[in-house]
């Protein structure tokens, strides 16, 4: 019975315990060489034949943890490496021979079923990747191997469980923070995942050596050369993709936006051109960054959504998106499109549309063709793209949702836009991608989704609305809770990222190795482009004197650090910057700090 089981189950756990603890410690110690380990593809053979899909899909998509460990039981043999990639893993033959009494077989196995797992796994975080391989190693003593992958799910969990959540980052504003911030911003969430709409170079420096996946944009002004000439291509690569290899990690180029939404036709036929040429070009100077080339759609591609089964294509795309699935099945490249609950809800605002986009209990929407009943208007898109992709012959491809999100606030006429609302579509929707429940359609898996957006951007044209989509202020501070914070952070009243406190106390000035370039850099940073009032260091001012870059950067870095919220990370300036309890005023200028 139950009691039985679990008795078993404890003696198990008190017999390998002092073995899977170092299993363990080696696990975590080796968290710094994942991305190097994923990175090498290992081929893996069956040398009694392909493992069958039907299998390879249950190890892949299964929502149960459990469930995918059952799947690594399968009949030997299951899967090795070579003796290189072994020396490299986790499990040392050192290690084994020290422990005789661990029966573990090995035996030598190639890559190709291994890719399909990989590509069927509906992931490419890297630390995952790594996970299953190592699990691999573990296969005949079984009770040894459920240890620790249980630990392995304690290590990995929280953070690999929202390793399908990202966001988009736009820039259509002027009071943006440093790039630098907000990529330690980043760090301090959930967040795995970042979509540029472009390819700024400080936002892309300021990524490197986070572990945070970017996709990059190419703007639809630029799909003309690109789709008729090679060599603006490679120009493209060259000057957007290659300066920030291998430090940050592109994982897409998405050509364009929307390009197929009712409107301009002209470019429609010019982006697969753009996007084979730029994969070309990938392929030929960046081989192995397995960077993908892809697209992003409005839900306007479809000329029917409801019920989610009768999804289907606009019948004037179907050359086009033929075309352009075509090549995503050929370079394994996902299908990028942007639903918004928010919109179907404007255009039925009734209090039960309201209750089914926000992921609230309602009696839910059945399907009469599928059969299926729908609890939210995101699970119901999701599935109409996949009915859509289905009837064009595509079943297989990779979905993502490239962007969604709920404005908190917006004009009189613009029903639902609230801080409530946007808190509760944001926080469940997170909630949802982290129970991997999926989709009546695509159960069992969660799909890659970018919350947009991650600032507002003030200067966006158009209703309130379109400027007020931000889950944080320009200071850094969360507009509300999206359930994005790491656990174990501190929270602050309503708040769902960490509010590290401010500085009790201090200034922020030049360190003393930095340049007067460097400074001077930081000094037309904080005046021209942050709107510090920098008066004071103007001619006449009571700051003026003396007439240095040093003394003017001091006084304009440590007024920007004051006006952002004195977190450490705001007195950075690429490193130029160092806090200090002593204060830099002097006479006449007085240097806005504690004690000020």
């Known amino acids: 019975g139950a009691r039985g089981c679990w008795t078993r189950l404890g003696f198990l756990i008190n017999r390998h315990l002092s073995v899977a603890s170092l299993y363990v410690g080696k696990v975590t110690k080796s968290l710094n060489r994942a991305s190097l380990l994923s990175s090498r593809k290992s081929r893996l053979f069956e040398p009694n034949g392909p493992l069958p899909l039907s299998r390879a899909t249950e190890v892949s998509s299964s929502s149960s943890p459990f469930l995918r460990l059952r799947a690594f039981f399968l009949p030997a043999p299951l899967c090795l490496f070579s003796r290189h990639a072994l020396q490299e893993s986790l499990l040392s033959p050192r290690d084994l021979s020290s422990h005789s009494h661990l029966p573990f077989r090995w035996f030598l196995m190639k890559n190709r079923i291994f890719d399909v797992l990989l590509r069927l796994s509906n992931t490419r975080n890297r630390r995952k990747r790594l996970f299953v391989k190592k699990s691999f190693f573990l296969k005949q003593n079984g009770s040894l191997f459920l240890i620790l992958n249980c630990a392995l799910l304690l290590l990995f969990g929280l953070e690999e469980s929202q390793s399908f959540v990202g966001v988009n980052y736009g820039e259509v504003a002027d009071n943006l923070p440093p790039p630098e911030a907000t990529a330690r911003l980043l760090e301090s969430t959930t967040v795995s995942k970042i979509r540029l709409y472009g390819t700024d170079p400080p936002i892309l420096r300021a990524l490197a050596g986070t572990n945070i996946s970017v996709i990059i944009g190419a703007a639809d002004g630029d799909i003309p050369s690109l789709a008729s000439d090679p060599s603006a291509a490679r120009r493209w690569v060259s000057a957007n993709v290659l300066p920030f290899l291998p430090a940050t990690a592109i994982s897409v180029v998405s050509v364009g936006n929307e390009v197929l939404a009712p409107g301009d036709a002209s470019l429609g036929p010019q982006l697969l051109p753009a996007m084979r040429n730029l994969h070309s070009a990938l392929s030929e100077a960046a081989p192995s960054a ?8 409005s839900m ?91 009837a064009a012959g595509f079943s297989e491809a990779e ?31 997170v909630a949802h991608l982290r129970s991997m429940a999926g989709t009546p359609l695509m159960p069992g898996r969660s799909v890659d989704t970018y919350i947009f957006a991650l600032y507002d951007e003030d200067l966006k044209p158009g209703p309130t609305s379109e400027r007020s989509f931000g889950l944080f202020r320009a200071d850094l501070s969360p507009v509300y809770d999206a359930g994005l914070a790491k656990t174990g952070t501190t929270q602050g009243n309503s708040t769902g990222t960490p509010a590290r406190k401010p500085a009790a106390a201090g200034w922020c000035v030049p360190k003393a190795e930095a340049t007067d370039e460097d400074l001077q850099a930081n000094l037309d940073y904080a005046c021209a482009q942050q709107g510090v009032d920098c008066r004071p260091i103007q001619e006449g001012g009571t700051c003026y004197l003396p007439n240095t870059v040093r003394s003017h950067a001091a006084y304009a870095m440590n007024q920007l650090y004051q006006n952002t919220g004195r977190h450490g990370w705001d007195c950075d300036f690429r490193k130029t910057a160092v806090l200090t309890r002593d204060n830099p005023g002097y006479a006449t200028c007085v240097y806005s700090g504690a004690g000020s």
């Open 290 to 297: 397995g960077i993908k080339v892809s697209t992003v759609h």
């Open 300 to 390: 306007a591609v479809l000329a029917s959504s409801e019920p989610p089964s009768a999804g289907a294509f606009r019948a004037d795309l179907t050359s086009t998106l033929a075309g352009v699935l075509g090549f995503l099945r050929e370079t394994g490249a996902p299908f990028m499109i942007n639903p918004y609950p928010y919109f179907a809800y404007q255009s039925d605002p009734r209090p039960e549309t309201l209750a089914f986009c926000l992921f609230r209990p309602n009696p839910g929407r059945f399907d009469s063709g599928s059969k299926l009943t729908y609890t939210n208007m995101f699970d119901a898109q999701l599935d109409a793209v996949k009915s859509a992709l289905t």
């Open 399 to 429: 979905v993502v949702v490239a962007e969604t999100g709920w404005p908190y606030r917006g004009d009189q006429d613009e029903a639902g836009a609230t801080v409530d609302n946007a808190k509760a579509f944001n926080g469940n929707l």
